[in-house]
């Protein structure tokens, strides 16, 4: 079975500091990971993904997130916050079925920048 | 303008009423996604569907049906067997196959009254 665990339910940070949300998974294969933001009231927006290759994957909005095969994790992260990136983020792992690409989510981190 | 469009954005139903939210797609994908979100909380599959007049159920169809008759649109209705309907309901599709990205229309809030 996959899984993805948030660690924590809300990130807060101050305007033009560097964010990191964390994400970590279990999958057995080789593991398809994606980000997304949510803002109030709307649906997901596609942030960024890994399939393969560089471990460092760059996004929408200068977003980047970082695979660690070896911790199983994908955290998200950017070097300059902004008041605007404040919304619900999901990470989410693609199953291992031979077929599709149905995701299991994590349940959310909600992100808080302060000016 | 290529997206999903999903209607209506807000949804009120009374005890034992069935109501269908509208899913609609142009961006030619094959497969197109029914989750759950209910507040606080992460994604849940209710029903998925690879090709016209194909779908299975996710992990919480109970209470749910859908239909696939068109590449464009996949309807979902709420049954009065659904004991808990109230929630955010959102609808995705994609390019079948593993790794392709889901793209997620802008959601559907269904309240029970």
């Known amino acids: 079975a996959q899984s993805v665990a948030q660690p924590e339910d809300q990130v807060n940070v101050a305007e033009g500091n560097p964010l990191t949300v964390k994400c970590t998974y279990s999958?057995?294969?080789?593991?398809?990971l994606f980000w997304y933001v949510q803002y109030p009231n709307r649906g997901l927006q596609f942030l960024l993904k890994?399939?393969?290759?560089?471990?460092l994957v760059k996004g929408s909005y200068g977003f980047e997130a970082e695979f660690n095969k070896s911790q199983t994790s994908f955290h998200l992260k950017k070097p300059s916050a902004l008041v605007s990136d404040s919304a619900l983020y999901f990470c989410?792992?693609?199953?291992?079925?031979?077929?599709?690409?149905?995701?299991?989510f994590g349940g959310g981190t909600r992100l808080m920048v302060k000016p | 303008d290529g997206g999903i469009t999903q209607s209506p954005k807000y949804l009120f139903r009374k005890e034992g009423q069935n109501v269908t939210l509208s899913c609609e797609q142009n961006?030619?994908?094959?497969?197109m996604y029914w989750y759950r979100q209910d507040p606080g909380q992460g994604l849940r599959l209710i029903y998925y569907?690879?090709?016209?007049?194909d779908f299975q159920k996710g992990d919480i169809a109970e209470g749910y049906s859908v239909s696939r008759e068109k590449k464009e649109s996949f309807p979902l209705t709420v049954t009065s067997a659904q004991k808990n309907p109230t929630a955010f309901y959102l609808c995705?599709?994609?390019?079948w196959g593993h790794g392709n990205t889901i793209y997620f229309g802008e959601g559907s809030w269904l309240t029970v009254v």
């Open positions: 995705a599709s994609s390019i």
């Open positions: 999958v057995s294969g080789n593991p398809y």
């Open positions: 890994y399939i393969t290759g560089d471990n």
């Open positions: 989410a792992v693609s199953k291992d079925n031979n077929a599709g690409n149905m995701l299991t």
């Open positions: 961006l030619n994908h094959d497969a």
């Open positions: 569907s690879q090709i016209v007049n």
